[in-house]
């Protein structure tokens, strides 16, 4: 398990405006038990995480199934091969965590946009986004505007809500900052 899987945890509970009571509720446990859990004392079983999982909708391996952080790197560096997966990955989207864990203010993602993967039903949710296109284009449509974006532009989300779509056949590679975090 991760050392920050308690701290994780309570930074997700906390995103969706859950207390301790009624996640523990949401889960069929005790306070005590959420509690332990959140200050690394207790150590949830798989099953328990795929609860936890299932009752902040997001992947299991959000929570579970990353590769450990190196000897005096835990907290501060995420190697290429140990980003834990985010989002639902579906939509052609796939999303990786760049940040160590989800206990700052904000989150930092690696966004991959299949080719011509697109999502028509515009999201919304109470944040500020800031993003950045590394590779490919990428169409985002917010309040209703559309704009393509290519290598080296930037945009901002504030809570509206929004849309996108990969219009090229070749993927699209974005780095976003969310904050507060919601994965």
Same mark, same amino acid.
């Given at each position: 398990?991760?050392?920050?899987l308690?701290r994780d945890i309570?930074a ?6 859950l =207390? ?8 069929g ?8 859990v959140?200050?690394?004392?207790s150590?949830?079983?798989m ?6 999982a299932?009752?902040f ?6 929570l579970?199934?990353h590769?450990?952080?190196r ?6 560096i ?12 579906a ?12 206990t700052d203010?904000?989150?930092?993602v ?13 999201l ?5 986004e800031?993003?950045?296109?590394i ?5 985002? =449509?917010?309040?209703?505007? =559309? ?22 056949t =070749? ?8 904050a507060?975090?919601?994965?």
């Open positions: 398990m991760p050392d920050s308690g309570r997700l509970r906390k995103s969706r405006k =207390t301790l009571s009624e996640l523990a509720e949401k889960l446990r005790s306070v005590g038990w959420m509690s332990q959140e200050r690394d004392l150590e949830p079983s099953s328990e995480i795929k609860d936890l299932r009752a909708d997001v992947p299991v391996q959000t579970y199934g590769a450990p952080a000897a005096g790197e835990e907290g501060r995420v190697r290429a091969n140990a980003r834990r997966p985010v989002g639902h990955r939509d052609g989207l796939s999303e990786d965590l760049l940040s160590p864990d989800l203010d904000f989150e930092v690696h966004s991959t946009f299949a080719p011509l993967a697109r999502r028509d039903e515009p919304s949710r109470p944040t500020q800031v993003g950045y296109i590779s490919g284009a990428l169409d985002l =449509t917010v309040g209703g505007t =559309t704009h393509r974006l290519n290598p080296g532009d930037s945009f901002r989300i504030r809570g509206e809500p929004f849309s996108w779509a990969n219009p090229n =070749t993927p699209c590679i974005a780095i976003w900052v969310i507060p975090p919601v994965y």
